[in-house]
Each structure stands twice: as structure tokens, then as C-alpha cells.
């Protein structure tokens, strides 16, 4: 009885990848190269380019450096025996401080509001 050696599940593969050689590649990149037109490599050349140059550009513009801002919340310590009049009268001065906050931040979502819409505008002109 004749026993078999197992095949490995690499070892069509590794046989495959014996023939390749990097310099059989560029022998024949040499000689493919050698057949074309002129203006085949000119425009060769220029596809190269223009691609290398999106793709970089591309790259280039996907990084975003984000500045650091600290965000620390600061909780105020009251005592448990406060009384009303006392609540009342932090309201009445924390009160101005939240409407202005409250108006900025409604001033920043109406200028973005304008933005997005011009943009809308534009494309409803195009019929987009």
C-alpha cells in the first residue's frame, strides 16, 4: 500500500509563485514598452501623472488637523439646606448668561442654515 504525503494548502501556490521573477517583469515591461507608438507612451505618461496627481491631492486633503480644545465642565457644589430665595437668585444670574449662549449657538446654526440653502439654491438652478 502506497501512502501519499499530504498536500499543504500552500503548496500549488508557492509551485505558482516560483516562476515569477522581478526581473522577467521588467524584461517584459521593456519589451511591451518597445512595440507601442510614440504618442501611446506620451499619453501613457500623462495618465500616470494626472492620476498620481488626484490621488495625492486627494490625500493631501483628507488630513484634517483638529486643534486641541479642552472641555472641562465645572459642577458648583450647593448646599442641601439652600432655600428658595437663594435658587431664585442664582436663576436670575445665570439667566442672562444662558440666553447668550443659547443666541450664539442660534446664531451659528442660522449662518450654516444660509450656507446649506445658497448651496441648495444653486442646484435647484441646475436642476440638481
Do not use: C
Request: hydrophobic content about 45%.
Amino acid at each position: 500500500m502506497v501512502k501519499h504525503r499530504p498536500l499543504s494548502y500552500l503548496g500549488g501556490a508557492m509551485q505558482f509563485l516560483a516562476r515569477f521573477s522581478p526581473f522577467r517583469a521588467i524584461r517584459d515591461l521593456r519589451v511591451f514598452l518597445s512595440y507601442r507608438q510614440p504618442y501611446e507612451l506620451g499619453f501613457l505618461a500623462l495618465a500616470v501623472v494626472l492620476t498620481t496627481a488626484i490621488i495625492a491631492g486627494l490625500l493631501h486633503d483628507s488630513h484634517v488637523e483638529r486643534p486641541y480644545q479642552r472641555n472641562i465642565v465645572y459642577a458648583e457644589s450647593w448646599p442641601l439646606d439652600r432655600s428658595d430665595a437663594e435658587i431664585r437668585a442664582q436663576q436670575k444670574i445665570d439667566a442672562p448668561i444662558e440666553a447668550k449662549r443659547k443666541a450664539e449657538q442660534e446664531r451659528i446654526l442660522a449662518e450654516r442654515r444660509a450656507v446649506f440653502k445658497r448651496y441648495d439654491d444653486k442646484l435647484n438652478k441646475w436642476g440638481l
